[in-house]
């Protein structure tokens, strides 16, 4: 059971916002602006807003080697965001396949420090076309990639714990800055990584970044019962999300860890329209901007066989899908794309303009009430904790979102009226620290 | 006046900690912690550009436990809280990846609207123990790594030209797909195909900055450099670096007028000769003498433990410069100046606490103003790497003091007159190696 009595409980919102929106075709809505992504003050104005709006954190995405030509490095945009606001959480995603657990916990601490304790950290493993821009072989498989994700992100956490409390002394009188006796090497020694540490940075005031999960295969399951403080995951179904939720939830005590200690927060892009017919022609509209034989062509790295192929309004081929085993990418979202097609006996056309949507998360199109009957019924039915609200169009829908939903959820006491704290793991409400598993 | 087109002194803020004496946290209106508070930092790059400065830098210590933030992070966001001033980051080139460190600074490029300079260093501290235990490279082997580094990272800022991004939303189309590259690069060290993942950034290529000093460090400084940052001990070595590395470039393609030199300028500042003097004495005070003593001994592979303070110190049985395998250049500065300057140990310990051995002054800010004038026209410096003993007092000092001699001499800028680092350098953009030979896709 929860701490929590059901009037107490908050959702946990954090907003992802990504270069024009969440929809395919939203790049080329007359209201958006595809440039917008190069430009800093941007950004910030949008993680402002979104801080008005009490939001626990803002999201990138990111992927080593993506292609694309307007987005920002996540830390260095993370960082000048970090400087003009004060209490929203930053949380940035980084792979660890291609990345170094140093580095890695390195940057993490400084926009920690640089943000007063505002830094999260999505794990994810990495895509295969980054090996080619690393000096790489090839790229592991994935059991092999989360067998290693698991020692790098230990290797992380002992890096972040290597400072005790005070030992940044500054005693200007006995002329000690710090005090190298509170300063621990970790000397860890793994199957993948050897680190001696210490690392150069104190802890911020939240203790360590917050730790973000993303992958909902087996083994991410395992990692984020393991280590995250927070799981982001695709649900298409109330159903699923129930049992997404009873699953990961009853991994933790095997882990030593309560069912408080890691809140699950599903993707969710609502397409809001002031009355339902104007969502609707919302939608219409944006689908009419997606290049179908591109998308298809994309969609069709699920089958053995190329959509373009079939007819648009026939049904989809499902015995021509390629088993979630078969396809190496992100496992897990194999299923959650598939399986409302298998569900409600989808045609091409249907199952494309589902995927244009929310990129396999749930979408919802309808009014901000209808919005808010979604996301109160989700909320109250043990299937979240909360959503990663990913707008499909923008600033246009997520400022509707702000300015409609989130007081309708306030007046339904599901959501903060003001900030807890300054800092990430305060406002989600997490320990101040996790205790450390012992090196492997 | 200005003469606008006259040739005019460069400066750079070098940030560190609380300042670049070794103590200057320990003074009374210190606050040590600053260094790791963004808002301090924000500070003192806000001082730099009241006073028109062309950059501020900051320093790396990867892998030690000297706390400081991190540099792309630092940058980053100094880079929103700043309108004009470069922002120069370290960044090592054993410990990283080509792609991304391109891909970090192209973005810091972005962000900053072309404010953005790499500082290449090899990695003189071995950091190995945090990398999983490779060996860390010998001297000549870094320097290699380095080379080729370098040739990738430019490669990649090259593979999107400059309208290569090119959304129109009637048609659908997002890229001129021929003007983004492929770099296929396949060398002894790296294999990265490229393209990056972000569009040209608006310098094009970011400002590079190199500050080795040793021989592969100016070979490295010839080929790639535009701003170099050095430590010289005197008016007459830092005419003979000058000459040697800009004497290199032409065996590059290079014009030597399109390398700029700033050898480290350490003060200590004051309203007169006295004062500075005091500032001096309270400063050297507050040294750690018997950690000094120890770190010196290492250096030497001598114990000095027991060596009189005030005797000169006796070099004659330390370790040669060709056996470091750290900063070598800087360690033959350092036995150069004991030897020329017959120090004694107390006068070293002294000295380089001030500065870790780059060029330290003590005075007025007129005399501070005639010693740039003097090294800028002689053969010796483009301008300074601005070592402040103390933040912000002595930053401050110069803006407030220094600054207006220069201008009035005609030998500084009395306002930004470009928008990026390499405008105020006097640098002018690097074309495109993929749309210059018009290399297929």
């Known amino acids: ?440 | 006046m200005s003469n606008p087109t006259s040739r005019q002194l460069h400066f750079n803020v070098f940030l560190f900690n609380t300042g670049h004496h070794e103590a200057s946290w320990r003074t009374a209106s210190a606050r040590p912690a600053d260094r790791l508070n963004i808002a301090a930092v924000a500070e003192i790059a806000q001082i730099a550009e009241q006073g028109l400065l062309d950059a501020v830098f900051a320093a790396d210590f990867q892998g030690g436990r000297a706390s400081w933030l991190e540099p792309f992070t630092l940058l980053s966001a100094l880079a929103v809280k700043t309108r004009h001033i470069g922002l120069i980051a370290t960044v090592d080139t054993t410990y990283n990846e080509p792609y991304h460190l391109a891909r970090k600074f192209a973005s810091l490029d972005h962000i900053s609207k072309g404010r953005a300079g790499w500082n290449i260093i090899t990695g003189a501290g071995n950091g190995s123990h945090n990398y999983s235990n490779r060996v860390h490279p010998s001297h000549a082997t870094r320097y290699k790594i380095a080379d080729e580094f370098v040739d990738v990272v430019t490669k990649l800022w090259d593979s999107w030209e400059d309208s290569a991004l090119n959304y129109d939303k009637a048609r659908g189309t997002r890229y001129d797909d021929a003007k983004i590259h492929e770099i296929n690069h396949i060398g002894k060290r790296f294999s990265v195909k490229g393209p990056l993942s972000i569009a040209r950034p608006p310098q094009g290529r970011p400002l590079l900055v190199q500050s080795g000093s040793s021989e592969d460090g100016r070979e490295q400084a010839a080929k790639w450099g535009e701003l170099i940052f050095t430590a010289q001990g005197s008016l007459a070595e830092a005419q003979a670096f000058y000459r040697d590395v800009k004497a290199r470039a032409p065996r590059y393609g290079r014009n030597p007028d399109d390398i700029r030199i700033a050898p480290g300028l350490c003060f200590v500042l004051g309203g007169s000769d006295r004062e500075a003097r005091e500032r001096e004495e309270e400063l050297f005070s507050f040294i750690d003498k018997d950690r000094a003593i120890a770190n010196l001994s290492d250096r030497f592979g001598l114990d000095l433990t027991r060596h009189p303070l005030d005797a000169p110190l006796n070099l004659d049985n330390a370790r040669p410069a060709v056996e470091v395998d750290g900063v070598r250049s800087r360690h033959q500065l350092i036995v150069d100046l004991v030897l020329r300057e017959k120090l004694s140990l107390r006068q070293l310990i002294g000295r380089l606490a001030q500065g870790r051995g780059h060029y330290s002054f003590v005075g007025t800010p007129v005399q501070l103003a005639d010693l740039a004038q003097q090294w800028f026209e002689n053969g010796a410096a483009d301008g300074f790497n601005l070592m402040p003993a103390v933040f912000n007092r002595d930053l401050e000092l110069f803006v407030d003091h220094v600054v207006p001699i220069l201008q009035k001499r005609g030998l500084f800028r009395t306002r930004y007159e470009a928008t990026t680092l390499r405008g105020h350098l006097g640098l002018g953009p690097v074309p495109n190696r993929y749309a210059a030979t018009g290399l297929p896709a």
Not at chain 1, 91 to 102: A, L, Q
Request: charged share 25%; net charge negative.
């Open chain 1, 1 to 440: 059971m929860s701490r929590h009595n059901s009037t107490s409980r908050k959702l946990k919102l954090i907003a992802f916002l990504g270069w024009t929106g969440h929809h395919a075709g939203s790049w080329r809505h007359p209201s958006s602006n595809p440039n917008a992504g190069l430009d800093i003050d941007h950004h910030i104005a949008e993680a402002q807003e979104a801080e008005r709006a009490l939001f626990d954190a803002v999201f990138i995405a990111d992927g080593d080697g993506w292609k694309s030509g307007t987005k920002l490095e996540p830390f260095t945009q993370l960082s000048a965001v970090a400087v003009h606001t004060s209490h929203i959480g930053l949380i940035n995603t980084v792979g660890t396949v291609y990345n170094d657990p140093y580095s890695l916990a390195r940057y993490f601490a400084s926009l920690d420090l640089i943000s007063g304790g505002r830094a999260g950290w999505n794990v994810v493993t990495g895509a295969h076309s980054a090996a080619e821009q690393f000096t790489r072989g090839g790229h592991p498989s994935h059991a092999d990639r989360y067998e290693a994700a698991n020692e790098f992100v230990e290797v992380v956490k002992q890096l972040w714990a290597s400072w005790d409390e005070g030992a940044f002394v500054a005693d200007k009188q006995r002329g000690i800055l710090i005090d190298p006796a509170r300063v621990n090497e970790i000397n860890f020694r793994g199957r993948h990584y050897q680190v001696r540490g210490p690392l150069d940075l104190p802890p911020s005031p939240q203790g360590h970044t917050v730790i973000v999960q993303a992958g909902s295969s087996e083994p991410g399951k395992e990692l984020a019962a393991r280590t995250a403080e927070l799981v982001f995951t695709a649900q298409q179904t109330l159903p699923a999300a129930q049992e997404f939720y009873r699953d990961l939830k009853g991994r933790l005590a095997r882990y030593g860890r309560s069912r408080d200690d890691l809140f699950i927060t599903p993707g969710f892009a609502p397409l809001i329209g002031e009355t339902e017919a104007e969502a609707r022609d919302l939608e219409h509209e944006l689908n009419s901007y997606v290049d179908t034989r591109r998308a298809l062509d994309l969609l069709s790295e699920r089958f053995t066989v190329n959509l373009n192929d079939y007819p648009i309004d026939g049904p989809v081929p499902l015995d021509k899908a390629k088993s979630a085993d078969d396809f190496d990418n992100v496992k897990s979202r194999q299923d959650v794309v598939l399986d409302p097609a298998r569900r409600e006996g989808f045609t091409i056309r249907q199952l494309l303009y589902r995927a244009n949507g929310g990129h396999g998360h749930v979408t919802h199109t309808g009014t901000p009430l209808q919005i808010a009957d979604f996301i109160d019924k989700w909320f109250n039915s043990n299937a979240v904790d909360g959503f990663v609200i990913e707008p499909p169009l923008l600033p246009q829908q997520f400022r509707l979102f702000v300015d409609k939903v989130i007081p309708e959820l306030q007046n339904r006491g599901l959501f903060r009226t003001a900030y807890e704290g300054t800092t990430l793991r305060r406002n989600l409400g997490l320990r101040g620290t996790l205790p450390l598993a012992k090196a492997a």
